[in-house]
């Protein structure tokens, strides 16, 4: 039993806040703390010691415990289901953990579990039994099973989860390759993992598994495949399909660091060929990390009328088109290199927020403002009263030039000051309507102009608008 003379202060300190607790209040608190400190606290008061020794809701998330621990933990657990991730690093927990899981996969719903071999002799590195009996055990509750083996490559024979799993749905799987489908599989909805494995020769090679999506996971809705060398091994010389209720396919091409001895040679053209005819370009939603030179534009080329175009976050690009589909690459690069290709020519609506002024300079804003239908701009108005871009008025051609324009959209945080001197450098420094065929609305969101500047601007010759509306909500 706990021995109080032999905690901490801290603990002490703690324990005593603790004894004060309502106790509608215990179960939520305990809760929060880790299955290997629970121990300490049933001394707290009787109130604490009861609800540890009958609360259904504790040892049910069981992370990281000591290996020789695991097995009392589970036993103490009252749930009918548990969760278990395990990160293994001694050689001689190996076995003792795949054991004492193998014997509680009645009860787990959800099972992640990785190993790091390095500093491991070459006897247990080589070792596949543990983790293929635990691997060969039924699974009448998981949901969901994500397994590194530490290796690039091991090779699975057997029965997978006994060939019992029905509410199996989702899986990851690192350096582990299934030669042979099972039927544990057949319900997956979500599948993460390597798509290859380095060989000795300087190569790669497709895990079995891989190549064969649609046969392996007929049901998977979507895919994540990282560690992704060529577009040709994954799907084959015959066009592998994609599984035929896939929505959403999230594809990252190989870091060099990942295989130091890889060198991909992957290009654009080599790529489309399979992705369109296996089906990949036609999920929903299409993400591509890291993709070889000119695989966007051939990719955006195929596709119907871009919708809109967003440069959400650092190096991010999505793409949708009037499907509703969504492309989403990873280099705010791309954006430019596809303006050059006329696939925007028919953008209508133009956002410029802080990631827009932060990854492209004021050439690219200027040409792809230069699309020919652009009809509405939003513009954001950040801390301090400028807007967006903050580029410097160098020559007067630098300003992005409209043609069409009917609505200008100001945003900003709600009651932010906008005076007719900030309108004015818009109009001089960023945007150019001199030869714009009418007279735009001035739209503001979140934005107030006081009463002098809005005189100001009525009577400007230089910033006229047809009508001005204020919104009080930013966009």
Known sequence: MFQPELCSVDLRDTMAVFSDFPTELVGSTLAYFPPQDLWQYRLVSRVFDAEIQTNPRLYTDIDNVPVDQLGRFLNLSLALEVSVNMYCTEEKEYEILCTTIALHMSRISKLVISFDRDGWSAEAFSNAAPLVDLLSTRAPVLRHLQINTGLYYMEFHGRLLDD?????????????????????????????????????????????????????????????????????????EEWQPCPPRLETLHIEYLEDDNFPNVNSTETGDSAIGPLLDSGCTRVKELTIMRPP???????????????????????????????????????????????????????????????????????????????????????????????????????????????????????????????????????????????????????????????????????????????????????
């Open 293 to 475: 030179d000119d695989l966007i534009s051939l990719l955006l080329l195929g596709a119907e009328e871009i919708d809109s175009v967003i440069l959400d976050k650092p190096n991010c690009v999505t793409f949708k088109t009037t499907k509703k589909r969504v492309f989403n690459f990873y280099d705010a690069s791309d954006l430019e290199d596809t303006v050059a290709t006329f696939i925007l020519r028919p953008m209508r609506y133009l956002v410029v927020g802080r990631q827009m002024d932060r990854e492209c300079e004021y050439f690219f804003l200027e040409r792809l403002a230069q699309m020919p239908h652009i009809d509405t701009v939003t513009i954001l108005m950040v801390n301090g009263g400028r807007i967006l871009p903050k580029w410097s008025p160098v020559r007067h051609r630098l300003r992005m030039r409209f043609t069409a324009l009917s609505e200008l959209h100001i945003t900003g945080e709600r009651g932010t000051k906008l005076h007719y001197a900030t309108i004015w450098d818009l109009l001089t420094r960023v945007i150019d309507l001199s030869a714009n065929s009418q007279l735009p609305t001035l739209v503001l969101h979140g934005v107030e102009i006081p009463a002098n500047d809005l005189s100001l601007l009525k009577r400007s010759q230089l910033a006229k608008f047809e009508s001005i509306t204020e919104i009080g909500d930013p966009l």
């Open 164 to 236: 019992y799993a029905p509410h199996l749905r989702r899986v990851q799987l690192d350096g582990l390759e299934l030669p042979t489908p099972h039927p544990a599989l057949v319900h997956v909805e979500h599948f993460t993992g390597q798509a290859e494995w380095p060989t000795t020769q300087g190569g790669t090679h497709a895990f079995t598994h891989v190549e064969n999506l649609a046969t392996y996971f007929p049901s998977l809705l979507k895919l994540e495949l990282y560690d992704f060398v060529s577009a040709a091994s994954i799907f084959g």
